[in-house]
């Protein structure tokens, strides 16, 4: 039955709002269908939040579950998702708020094939195929480049115009290959493990323009993963657009937004690197006359030193102390000559002085008797005993006639 009011009787708000909660609440528990676009997981929080959106009218709700379900879903739900939820509808007067309050939550369509995606990437992320220290460096300018993409599709275009506008020399290998489809994970495949065996392609450029979630579908296959994850060449991913990201992205070496961005990613431009040239050869040039400015400096300053202007004058100045230092070494020679000399003839005037013949010289003489022994005594001869008498000069033969003792000796011994 309709609510009979006026402007003389109005209902107040609270009635309104009990009225629409039991309306809600009459209308029992419902599937509903709807799209993920937004995912609240609060921490420390039981309950998880979500906004389910109506794909195709600009209509969305609150939804409400506990965390225990939503840790529970296999595949997990992620945002973008499709999915059918068992929930009862609730008003909530207060706020004047309707919201969801769901029990099972389904996924279906896109959903489930999104929910997969995210399962495949967390074994795959779980087994360190997506690690970042495994990421290789592109080579600066490489040789070939190798490129696997649709038979001249707008994509192959892209790489190869915009590479070659940027660095007109660059050579290529492309293979062409189905992008999407049952066999396009598989031939990809064979075209990155040609590519990888060839010695001359230094960089594999793997790419695709935009699609549906459903077209680029290939580009996530787990052996396609594993295949780049295996190659020995650096692997560009090129698929899709910005908002687009197949597993390749996680797994290639180096992830381009777009075909035209993995152009410029592989080769330099040569008109930038032709500016770098410029400049690093003006900035060498002007570092080395610098150099080359402050060394001529040191060199004038050397040269400007008397010694240099004039090497004969320091020559005359030294010449003349060496001049003056041997004169004064002669003196000091000579003096000392001079010294050892006096001092020698002082020692040998000492010495001979000292020496028998010097007494000898002076008037004395030594006797021997018949044996050659020096006589000290009158008592050691006899009247008529031969002797020797050595004087300064010579010997003297002598015969003895008398040996009378000096009386003053004997005084003095007695």
């Known amino acids: 039955m309709a609510l009979e009011t006026s402007p003389e009787r109005p209902a107040p708000v609270r009635q309104i709002a009990n009225l629409v909660a039991g309306w809600i609440d009459r209308l029992g528990a419902v599937w509903v269908e709807g799209q993920i676009a937004q995912l609240s997981r609060r921490q420390g929080m ?8 109506d794909p195709v009218a600009d209509v969305s709700v609150s ?13 997990p739900v992620v945002e973008g998702a499709s999915v059918v939820v068992h929930a009862r509808p609730t008003y ?3 706020r004047g708020t309707l919201s969801l309050r769901a029990d099972d939550i389904r996924m279906v369509g896109l959903g489930e094939l999104l929910a997969r995606l995210e399962r495949r990437r967390q074994l795959l992320a779980a087994e360190g195929l997506f690690a970042r220290e495994l990421k290789r460096s592109l080579p600066f300018l490489p040789g070939c480049v190798g490129l696997v993409t649709g038979r001249d599709s707008a994509a192959e275009r892209d790489v190869l115009e ?9 050579r290529f290998r492309v293979l062409s290959s189905a992008v999407q489809g049952p066999n396009a994970a598989a031939e990809v495949i064979e075209a990155i ?6 010695p001359d392609v230094d960089v594999i450029v793997v790419a695709r323009g935009g699609g549906s979630v459903e077209d680029l579908l290939p580009f996530s296959d787990e052996a396609l993963i594993r295949a780049v994850h295996s190659a020995r060449t650096p692997v560009v991913s090129a698929i899709g657009h910005e908002q687009d990201s197949p597993l390749l992205d996680l797994v290639a070496d180096v992830r381009a937004s777009t075909p035209t961005d993995a152009a410029k990613l592989v080769v330099p431009d040569v008109a930038e690197e032709v500016e770098r040239v410029t400049r690093l050869r003006d900035r060498g040039r002007q570092v080395l006359g610098a150099w080359l400015s402050q060394q001529q400096h040191h060199l004038d300053a050397v040269r400007a030193r008397p010694s240099l202007g004039d090497p004969r004058s320091g020559l005359d ?3 003349g102390e060496v001049d003056d230092l041997r004169d004064r070494a002669r003196r000091t020679i000579g003096h000392q000559l001079d010294r050892a000399h006096d001092d020698l003839a002082h020692r040998l005037a000492r010495v001979r002085g000292l020496s028998p013949l010097a007494t000898l010289q002076r008037g004395y003489a030594v006797v021997q008797d018949g044996g050659g022994h020096v006589v000290t005594s009158v008592t050691q001869v006899a009247v008529d005993a031969p002797l020797q008498v050595r004087v300064a000069d010579g010997r003297i033969a002598a015969t003895t ?3 009378t003792p000096d009386s003053g000796d004997q005084e003095n011994r007695g």
Do not use: K
């Open 63 to 75: 939804v409400t579950c506990s965390r225990q379900l939503f840790d529970s879903l296999n595949p």
């Open 46 to 53: 039981n309950t998880v939040f979500l906004t389910l959106r």
């Open 193 to 198: 493990g040609v590519l990888d065996r060839d």
């Open 401 to 403: 006639t008398a040996a």
């Open 162 to 170: 915009n590479a070659r506008r940027r660095w007109p020399a660059v």
């Open 317 to 319: 100045d030294r010449s």
């Open 92 to 94: 909530y007067a207060n």
